[in-house]
Protein backbone atom coordinates (compact mmCIF):
# COMPACT_ATOMS: atom_id res chain seq x y z
CA UNK A 1 0.00 0.00 0.00
CA UNK A 2 2.58 2.43 1.06
CA UNK A 3 4.03 2.46 -2.30
CA UNK A 4 1.36 3.30 -4.66
CA UNK A 5 0.76 5.96 -1.74
CA UNK A 6 4.01 7.58 -1.89
CA UNK A 7 3.85 8.03 -5.85
CA UNK A 8 2.23 10.36 -7.53
CA UNK A 9 -0.61 7.72 -8.11
CA UNK A 10 -0.95 8.31 -12.24
CA UNK A 11 -2.59 11.67 -11.52
CA UNK A 12 -3.24 13.88 -13.74
CA UNK A 13 -5.15 17.36 -13.58
CA UNK A 14 -8.74 17.16 -14.11
CA UNK A 15 -9.83 19.58 -16.43
CA UNK A 16 -12.33 17.73 -18.04
CA UNK A 17 -14.81 16.75 -14.80
CA UNK A 18 -17.94 19.07 -14.64
CA UNK A 19 -17.85 20.51 -10.88
CA UNK A 20 -20.92 20.66 -9.36
CA UNK A 21 -21.20 23.54 -6.31
CA UNK A 22 -22.63 22.40 -2.90
CA UNK A 23 -26.43 22.96 -2.53
CA UNK A 24 -27.16 25.97 -0.49
CA UNK A 25 -30.38 27.06 1.64
CA UNK A 26 -31.00 29.60 -0.99
CA UNK A 27 -31.98 29.40 -4.60
CA UNK A 28 -29.16 30.25 -6.90
CA UNK A 29 -28.26 33.56 -8.01
CA UNK A 30 -29.57 35.28 -10.97
CA UNK A 31 -26.31 36.25 -12.03
CA UNK A 32 -25.56 35.54 -15.41
CA UNK A 33 -22.30 37.54 -15.66
CA UNK A 34 -20.86 34.45 -13.51
CA UNK A 35 -22.05 31.50 -14.56
CA UNK A 36 -22.87 29.97 -18.05
CA UNK A 37 -25.62 27.22 -18.17
CA UNK A 38 -24.99 24.34 -19.84
CA UNK A 39 -26.20 21.30 -21.20
CA UNK A 40 -24.49 18.20 -19.44
CA UNK A 41 -23.23 16.22 -21.89
CA UNK A 42 -20.45 13.48 -22.02
CA UNK A 43 -16.99 14.65 -21.83
CA UNK A 44 -13.59 11.87 -20.90
CA UNK A 45 -12.14 12.88 -17.68
CA UNK A 46 -8.41 11.82 -17.20
CA UNK A 47 -7.60 8.21 -15.61
CA UNK A 48 -5.12 7.89 -13.16
CA UNK A 49 -2.79 5.62 -15.06
CA UNK A 50 -2.19 1.88 -15.08
CA UNK A 51 0.32 1.85 -12.14
CA UNK A 52 -2.39 3.12 -9.87
CA UNK A 53 -4.26 0.54 -8.31
CA UNK A 54 -7.37 2.30 -6.13
CA UNK A 55 -9.02 -0.63 -4.36
CA UNK A 56 -8.66 -4.73 -4.02
CA UNK A 57 -12.58 -4.51 -3.58
CA UNK A 58 -13.84 -2.68 -6.12
CA UNK A 59 -15.51 -3.70 -8.66
CA UNK A 60 -15.74 -1.87 -12.56
CA UNK A 61 -18.97 -0.27 -12.44
CA UNK A 62 -20.07 2.22 -15.74
CA UNK A 63 -21.93 5.34 -13.97
CA UNK A 64 -23.18 6.20 -17.15
CA UNK A 65 -23.28 10.30 -17.81
CA UNK A 66 -21.83 11.80 -14.53
CA UNK A 67 -24.98 13.83 -12.65
CA UNK A 68 -24.98 15.91 -9.40
CA UNK A 69 -27.46 15.37 -6.88
CA UNK A 70 -28.60 18.65 -5.79
CA UNK A 71 -31.17 20.73 -6.76
CA UNK A 72 -31.94 23.89 -8.58
CA UNK A 73 -27.81 24.78 -9.37
CA UNK A 74 -25.90 25.29 -12.40
CA UNK A 75 -23.29 22.21 -13.43
CA UNK A 76 -20.16 24.04 -14.43
CA UNK A 77 -17.96 22.83 -17.11
CA UNK A 78 -14.19 23.41 -16.35
CA UNK A 79 -14.53 25.48 -19.89
CA UNK A 80 -16.16 28.09 -16.86
CA UNK A 81 -13.02 28.15 -15.57
CA UNK A 82 -11.13 28.88 -18.30
CA UNK A 83 -8.89 32.21 -17.60
CA UNK A 84 -9.93 32.09 -14.02
CA UNK A 85 -7.45 32.94 -11.77
CA UNK A 86 -6.82 29.96 -9.12
CA UNK A 87 -5.11 30.73 -5.65
CA UNK A 88 -4.97 27.97 -3.18
CA UNK A 89 -7.99 26.14 -4.16
CA UNK A 90 -9.93 29.42 -4.57
CA UNK A 91 -11.61 29.95 -7.94
CA UNK A 92 -12.34 33.51 -8.32
CA UNK A 93 -16.10 33.58 -10.17
CA UNK A 94 -16.69 37.09 -10.09
CA UNK A 95 -16.37 39.23 -7.26
CA UNK A 96 -17.55 37.20 -4.51
CA UNK A 97 -14.40 34.48 -5.30
CA UNK A 98 -16.43 31.72 -3.14
CA UNK A 99 -14.55 28.46 -2.59
CA UNK A 100 -16.39 25.35 -4.14
CA UNK A 101 -14.90 22.36 -1.96
CA UNK A 102 -16.46 20.03 -4.90
CA UNK A 103 -13.94 21.50 -7.43
CA UNK A 104 -10.95 20.19 -8.56
CA UNK A 105 -8.16 21.18 -6.55
CA UNK A 106 -5.22 22.58 -8.30
CA UNK A 107 -2.65 21.16 -6.69
CA UNK A 108 -1.61 17.04 -7.07
CA UNK A 109 -0.59 14.82 -4.98
CA UNK A 110 3.33 15.16 -5.78
CA UNK A 111 2.90 18.59 -4.85
CA UNK A 112 1.68 17.88 -1.48
CA UNK A 113 4.39 15.32 -0.47
CA UNK A 114 7.10 18.26 -1.39
CA UNK A 115 5.95 20.30 0.78
CA UNK A 116 6.39 18.00 3.60
CA UNK A 117 9.89 17.77 5.55
CA UNK A 118 11.53 14.70 4.29
CA UNK A 119 12.36 13.56 8.03
CA UNK A 120 8.49 13.84 8.60
CA UNK A 121 8.77 10.24 6.72
CA UNK A 122 11.15 9.26 8.78
CA UNK A 123 10.34 5.76 11.40
CA UNK A 124 11.56 5.46 14.45
CA UNK A 125 11.13 1.87 15.90
CA UNK A 126 12.75 3.04 19.47
CA UNK A 127 10.77 6.14 19.64
CA UNK A 128 6.97 4.53 18.63
CA UNK A 129 7.86 1.47 21.40
CA UNK A 130 8.46 4.03 23.76
CA UNK A 131 4.84 4.97 23.40
CA UNK A 132 3.67 1.78 23.92
CA UNK A 133 5.67 1.42 26.80
CA UNK A 134 4.39 4.81 28.14
CA UNK A 135 0.61 3.85 27.80
CA UNK A 136 1.28 -0.13 29.31
CA UNK A 137 2.73 1.83 32.07
CA UNK A 138 -0.57 4.19 32.57
CA UNK A 139 -2.86 1.47 31.50
CA UNK A 140 -2.03 -1.09 34.85
CA UNK A 141 -0.86 1.96 37.13
CA UNK A 142 -4.44 3.16 36.66
CA UNK A 143 -6.00 -0.13 37.28
CA UNK A 144 -3.78 -0.65 40.31
CA UNK A 145 -4.89 2.70 41.93
CA UNK A 146 -8.79 1.99 41.17
CA UNK A 147 -8.27 -1.33 42.13
CA UNK A 148 -6.32 0.14 45.63
CA UNK A 149 -9.01 2.82 46.51
CA UNK A 150 -12.22 0.87 45.05
CA UNK A 151 -14.79 3.34 46.02
CA UNK A 152 -17.45 4.88 44.54
CA UNK A 153 -15.13 8.44 43.98
CA UNK A 154 -12.61 6.97 42.38
CA UNK A 155 -14.61 4.35 39.54
CA UNK A 156 -15.81 7.32 37.48
CA UNK A 157 -13.01 9.03 37.61
CA UNK A 158 -11.18 5.74 36.51
CA UNK A 159 -13.80 4.19 34.00
CA UNK A 160 -12.89 7.89 31.59
CA UNK A 161 -9.08 7.63 32.08
CA UNK A 162 -8.82 4.17 31.13
CA UNK A 163 -11.28 4.36 28.34
CA UNK A 164 -9.31 7.04 26.98
CA UNK A 165 -6.18 4.79 27.55
CA UNK A 166 -7.89 1.76 25.49
CA UNK A 167 -8.43 4.20 22.94
CA UNK A 168 -4.75 5.56 23.18
CA UNK A 169 -3.25 1.77 22.79
CA UNK A 170 -5.78 1.26 19.74
CA UNK A 171 -4.26 4.47 17.94
CA UNK A 172 -0.23 2.74 18.41
CA UNK A 173 -2.16 -0.28 16.79
CA UNK A 174 -3.80 1.58 14.01
CA UNK A 175 -0.35 3.20 13.08
CA UNK A 176 1.10 -0.58 13.37
CA UNK A 177 -1.52 -1.75 10.72
CA UNK A 178 -0.50 1.39 8.31
CA UNK A 179 3.13 0.51 8.67
CA UNK A 180 3.68 4.02 10.61
CA UNK A 181 5.33 1.56 13.46
CA UNK A 182 8.38 0.80 11.85
CA UNK A 183 9.62 -0.29 9.05
CA UNK A 184 9.30 -3.96 10.11
CA UNK A 185 6.18 -5.46 9.47
CA UNK A 186 7.50 -8.48 11.74
CA UNK A 187 7.63 -5.83 14.65
CA UNK A 188 4.19 -4.40 13.22
CA UNK A 189 2.40 -7.17 13.57
CA UNK A 190 3.64 -8.47 17.02
CA UNK A 191 3.06 -4.59 18.37
CA UNK A 192 -0.70 -4.71 16.54
CA UNK A 193 -1.61 -7.81 17.82
CA UNK A 194 -0.51 -7.74 21.38
CA UNK A 195 -2.41 -3.61 21.77
CA UNK A 196 -5.77 -4.34 19.19
CA UNK A 197 -6.24 -8.06 20.99
CA UNK A 198 -6.09 -6.60 24.75
CA UNK A 199 -9.03 -3.86 23.82
CA UNK A 200 -10.54 -7.17 21.89
CA UNK A 201 -10.06 -5.58 18.30
CA UNK A 202 -8.53 -8.75 15.42
CA UNK A 203 -5.81 -6.70 14.26
CA UNK A 204 -5.33 -8.36 10.86
CA UNK A 205 -9.17 -7.86 10.09
CA UNK A 206 -9.85 -4.53 11.14
CA UNK A 207 -6.28 -3.37 9.21
CA UNK A 208 -7.54 -4.62 5.79
CA UNK A 209 -10.97 -2.91 6.12
CA UNK A 210 -9.41 0.40 7.68
CA UNK A 211 -6.78 -0.14 4.37
CA UNK A 212 -10.19 -0.05 2.14
CA UNK A 213 -10.99 3.01 4.05
CA UNK A 214 -8.55 4.82 3.36
CA UNK A 215 -7.70 4.01 0.06
CA UNK A 216 -11.47 4.34 -0.98
CA UNK A 217 -11.90 7.56 1.42
CA UNK A 218 -14.76 9.93 0.88
CA UNK A 219 -16.31 7.04 -2.16
CA UNK A 220 -20.15 6.63 -0.98
CA UNK A 221 -20.02 3.03 -1.77
CA UNK A 222 -16.51 2.12 -1.64
CA UNK A 223 -15.58 3.62 1.54
CA UNK A 224 -15.57 1.63 4.48
CA UNK A 225 -16.18 3.51 7.69
CA UNK A 226 -19.12 5.49 8.29
CA UNK A 227 -19.61 6.27 5.03
CA UNK A 228 -23.45 7.71 3.96
CA UNK A 229 -26.05 5.36 3.13
CA UNK A 230 -28.29 6.00 -0.26
CA UNK A 231 -31.35 7.32 0.51
CA UNK A 232 -32.44 3.52 -1.18
CA UNK A 233 -30.74 2.27 2.02
CA UNK A 234 -31.86 4.19 4.15
CA UNK A 235 -35.26 4.18 3.45
CA UNK A 236 -34.99 0.13 2.96
CA UNK A 237 -33.95 0.06 7.49
CA UNK A 238 -36.95 0.05 9.38
CA UNK A 239 -38.02 3.15 11.42
CA UNK A 240 -36.73 1.87 14.42
CA UNK A 241 -33.00 1.05 13.45
CA UNK A 242 -32.78 4.64 11.64
CA UNK A 243 -34.18 6.18 14.81
CA UNK A 244 -30.86 4.19 16.57
CA UNK A 245 -28.87 4.98 13.67
CA UNK A 246 -29.21 8.80 14.70
CA UNK A 247 -29.85 9.16 18.30
CA UNK A 248 -27.34 9.45 20.46
CA UNK A 249 -25.57 7.82 22.38
CA UNK A 250 -26.30 4.40 20.30
CA UNK A 251 -24.17 5.03 17.20
CA UNK A 252 -21.37 5.65 19.65
CA UNK A 253 -21.79 2.11 20.67
CA UNK A 254 -21.47 0.77 17.26
CA UNK A 255 -18.23 -0.68 16.59
CA UNK A 256 -18.22 -3.93 18.08
CA UNK A 257 -21.62 -4.43 16.19
CA UNK A 258 -19.59 -3.30 12.96
CA UNK A 259 -17.03 -6.06 13.34
CA UNK A 260 -19.32 -8.76 13.51
CA UNK A 261 -21.80 -7.31 10.34
CA UNK A 262 -20.11 -4.61 8.86
CA UNK A 263 -22.38 -1.45 7.99
CA UNK A 264 -26.39 -1.33 6.54
CA UNK A 265 -25.99 -2.61 2.70
CA UNK A 266 -22.29 -4.60 3.08
CA UNK A 267 -21.58 -8.14 4.46
CA UNK A 268 -19.17 -9.80 5.81
CA UNK A 269 -17.25 -10.22 9.08
CA UNK A 270 -13.96 -8.79 10.61
CA UNK A 271 -13.50 -12.49 12.22
CA UNK A 272 -14.57 -15.08 9.39
CA UNK A 273 -11.84 -15.88 6.87
CA UNK A 274 -13.89 -16.33 3.75
CA UNK A 275 -15.87 -12.76 4.42
CA UNK A 276 -16.63 -10.22 1.09
CA UNK A 277 -13.75 -8.17 3.36
CA UNK A 278 -10.53 -10.31 2.43
CA UNK A 279 -9.12 -11.86 -0.39
CA UNK A 280 -7.96 -15.74 -0.31
CA UNK A 281 -4.29 -14.73 0.24
CA UNK A 282 -5.46 -12.43 3.04
CA UNK A 283 -7.42 -15.58 5.03
CA UNK A 284 -4.35 -16.75 7.35
CA UNK A 285 -3.90 -13.24 8.63
CA UNK A 286 -7.52 -13.06 9.37
CA UNK A 287 -7.35 -16.83 11.30
CA UNK A 288 -4.30 -15.38 13.19
CA UNK A 289 -6.33 -12.41 14.55
CA UNK A 290 -9.51 -14.69 15.43
CA UNK A 291 -7.53 -16.47 17.17
CA UNK A 292 -5.92 -13.98 19.08
CA UNK A 293 -9.49 -12.07 20.13
CA UNK A 294 -10.61 -15.78 21.40
CA UNK A 295 -7.66 -16.00 23.24
CA UNK A 296 -8.21 -12.64 25.13
CA UNK A 297 -11.97 -13.89 25.41
CA UNK A 298 -10.69 -16.67 27.06
CA UNK A 299 -8.09 -14.87 29.47
CA UNK A 300 -11.16 -12.53 29.85
CA UNK A 301 -13.43 -15.20 31.29
CA UNK A 302 -10.76 -16.65 33.63
CA UNK A 303 -9.97 -13.03 35.04
CA UNK A 304 -13.85 -13.06 35.78
CA UNK A 305 -13.28 -16.46 38.18
CA UNK A 306 -10.71 -14.94 39.94
CA UNK A 307 -11.89 -12.03 40.84
CA UNK A 308 -15.40 -11.74 39.88
CA UNK A 309 -17.57 -10.79 37.17
CA UNK A 310 -18.35 -7.42 39.43
CA UNK A 311 -14.66 -6.57 39.42
CA UNK A 312 -13.83 -7.19 35.80
CA UNK A 313 -16.49 -5.02 34.96
CA UNK A 314 -15.11 -1.85 36.63
CA UNK A 315 -11.85 -2.71 35.47
CA UNK A 316 -12.12 -3.30 32.03
CA UNK A 317 -15.70 -3.92 30.93
CA UNK A 318 -16.86 0.11 31.54
CA UNK A 319 -13.63 1.19 30.24
CA UNK A 320 -14.33 -0.96 26.98
CA UNK A 321 -17.05 0.85 26.24
CA UNK A 322 -15.83 4.38 26.87
CA UNK A 323 -12.91 3.13 23.79
CA UNK A 324 -15.54 2.17 21.50
CA UNK A 325 -17.39 5.59 22.46
CA UNK A 326 -13.93 7.23 21.90
CA UNK A 327 -13.44 5.15 18.68
CA UNK A 328 -16.98 5.77 17.26
CA UNK A 329 -16.78 9.59 17.96
CA UNK A 330 -13.62 10.29 16.43
CA UNK A 331 -13.91 8.27 13.48
CA UNK A 332 -17.25 9.97 12.75
CA UNK A 333 -16.01 13.66 13.30
CA UNK A 334 -13.15 13.68 11.10
CA UNK A 335 -15.90 12.87 8.09
CA UNK A 336 -18.47 14.65 9.27
CA UNK A 337 -19.92 17.91 10.83
CA UNK A 338 -18.32 20.47 9.15
CA UNK A 339 -19.93 23.62 9.44
CA UNK A 340 -20.32 23.29 5.68
CA UNK A 341 -21.46 20.37 3.92
CA UNK A 342 -18.82 19.18 1.88
CA UNK A 343 -19.28 16.39 -0.95
CA UNK A 344 -18.97 12.59 -1.49
CA UNK A 345 -17.94 11.35 -4.93
CA UNK A 346 -19.02 8.62 -6.99
CA UNK A 347 -17.71 6.88 -10.72
CA UNK A 348 -15.14 9.14 -12.52
CA UNK A 349 -15.40 12.20 -10.42
CA UNK A 350 -14.26 10.52 -7.80
CA UNK A 351 -10.05 10.31 -7.34
CA UNK A 352 -7.70 9.60 -4.22
CA UNK A 353 -7.14 12.93 -3.99
CA UNK A 354 -10.49 14.75 -3.83
CA UNK A 355 -11.78 11.60 -1.71
CA UNK A 356 -9.03 12.76 1.13
CA UNK A 357 -9.61 16.38 1.02
CA UNK A 358 -12.94 15.74 2.37
CA UNK A 359 -11.52 14.71 5.60
CA UNK A 360 -11.34 16.62 8.52
CA UNK A 361 -8.59 17.51 11.11
CA UNK A 362 -10.29 18.38 14.86
CA UNK A 363 -8.39 19.63 17.96
CA UNK A 364 -8.71 17.53 21.18
CA UNK A 365 -7.20 20.15 23.57
CA UNK A 366 -5.70 17.77 26.16
CA UNK A 367 -6.20 14.41 24.64
CA UNK A 368 -4.51 14.93 21.52
CA UNK A 369 -1.01 13.86 22.89
CA UNK A 370 -2.95 10.90 25.36
CA UNK A 371 -4.46 9.67 21.84
CA UNK A 372 -1.29 10.76 19.27
CA UNK A 373 -2.18 13.72 17.51
CA UNK A 374 -4.93 11.50 15.80
CA UNK A 375 -7.22 14.53 15.20
CA UNK A 376 -3.92 15.54 12.45
CA UNK A 377 -6.41 13.66 10.10
CA UNK A 378 -6.10 15.41 6.69
CA UNK A 379 -3.02 14.50 5.82
CA UNK A 380 -2.85 11.11 7.67
CA UNK A 381 -5.37 10.07 5.21
CA UNK A 382 -3.71 10.90 2.63
CA UNK A 383 -0.16 9.73 3.42
CA UNK A 384 -1.09 7.13 6.36
CA UNK A 385 2.77 5.69 6.53
CA UNK A 386 3.83 8.86 7.96
CA UNK A 387 4.41 8.45 12.10
CA UNK A 388 2.04 10.00 14.39
CA UNK A 389 4.93 12.13 16.09
CA UNK A 390 5.22 14.29 12.90
CA UNK A 391 1.98 14.57 11.42
CA UNK A 392 1.62 17.98 12.94
CA UNK A 393 4.75 19.30 11.20
CA UNK A 394 3.80 17.64 8.15
CA UNK A 395 0.41 19.11 8.22
CA UNK A 396 2.02 22.84 9.31
CA UNK A 397 4.29 22.44 6.06
CA UNK A 398 0.92 21.20 3.78
CA UNK A 399 -1.23 23.94 4.65
CA UNK A 400 0.57 26.35 1.86
CA UNK A 401 -0.09 23.77 -0.60
CA UNK A 402 -3.49 22.50 0.16
CA UNK A 403 -5.01 26.17 0.88
CA UNK A 404 -8.92 26.41 1.30
CA UNK A 405 -8.96 22.66 0.87
CA UNK A 406 -7.62 22.36 4.39
CA UNK A 407 -10.23 23.27 6.99
CA UNK A 408 -8.44 24.53 10.37
CA UNK A 409 -10.48 23.09 13.18
CA UNK A 410 -12.09 24.74 15.81
CA UNK A 411 -9.19 25.60 18.68
CA UNK A 412 -10.39 23.19 21.83
CA UNK A 413 -10.31 24.03 25.28
CA UNK A 414 -8.57 21.79 27.63
CA UNK A 415 -11.74 18.94 27.67
CA UNK A 416 -12.81 18.96 23.75
CA UNK A 417 -16.68 19.93 24.94
CA UNK A 418 -17.64 21.49 21.53
CA UNK A 419 -17.19 18.26 19.60
CA UNK A 420 -20.60 16.78 21.43
CA UNK A 421 -22.34 19.65 19.62
CA UNK A 422 -21.02 19.15 16.11
CA UNK A 423 -21.42 15.58 16.76
CA UNK A 424 -25.39 16.52 18.23
CA UNK A 425 -25.83 19.12 14.79
CA UNK A 426 -24.44 15.90 12.34
CA UNK A 427 -26.81 13.22 14.01
CA UNK A 428 -29.97 15.58 12.97
CA UNK A 429 -28.74 16.66 9.53
CA UNK A 430 -26.50 14.23 7.72
CA UNK A 431 -28.68 10.75 6.98
CA UNK A 432 -28.60 10.21 3.63
CA UNK A 433 -27.04 10.90 -0.11
CA UNK A 434 -29.04 10.71 -3.28
CA UNK A 435 -29.28 7.60 -5.19
CA UNK A 436 -28.12 8.81 -8.52
CA UNK A 437 -24.92 11.88 -8.91
CA UNK A 438 -21.47 11.54 -9.12
CA UNK A 439 -21.27 14.41 -6.43
CA UNK A 440 -23.17 14.83 -3.90
CA UNK A 441 -24.15 15.58 -0.34
CA UNK A 442 -25.72 14.46 2.88
CA UNK A 443 -29.69 15.00 2.90
CA UNK A 444 -31.83 15.65 5.73
CA UNK A 445 -35.11 13.11 6.83
CA UNK A 446 -37.15 15.51 8.01
CA UNK A 447 -39.59 13.15 9.19
CA UNK A 448 -36.80 11.05 11.25
CA UNK A 449 -37.55 12.53 14.70
CA UNK A 450 -41.77 12.83 14.25
CA UNK A 451 -41.28 16.28 12.91
CA UNK A 452 -42.12 18.39 9.55
CA UNK A 453 -39.00 20.28 9.80
CA UNK A 454 -35.46 19.58 9.38
CA UNK A 455 -33.25 20.75 12.02
Not at 194 to 218: F, K
Amino acid sequence: MASWVLSECGLRPLPGIRIYPKPRNALASNNNNILKIRTLSGSKANSFGSSFKVSTWSRDRNWGVLNVSAALKVAITSEDYKDKKTINGVNEMGDDGEFDAAAPPPFKLADIRAAIPKHCWVKDPWRSMSYVVRDVVVVFGLAAVAAYFNNWLVWPLYWIAQGTMFWALFVLGHDCGHGSFSNNPALNSVVGHLLHSSILVPYHGWRISHRTHHQNHGHVENDESWHPLSEKNYKSLDNATRLLRFTLPFPMLAYPIYLWGRSPGKKGSHFHPDSDLFVPNERKYVITSTACWTAMVGLLAYLSFVMGPIQLLKLYGIPYWIFVMWLDLVTYLHHHGHEEKLPWYRGKEWNYLRGGLTTLDRDYGWINNIHHDIGTHVIHHIFPQIPHYHLIEATEAAKPVLGKYYREPKKSIPIPFHLFGILIRSMKQDHYVNDIGDVVYYQTDPQLYGTSKSD
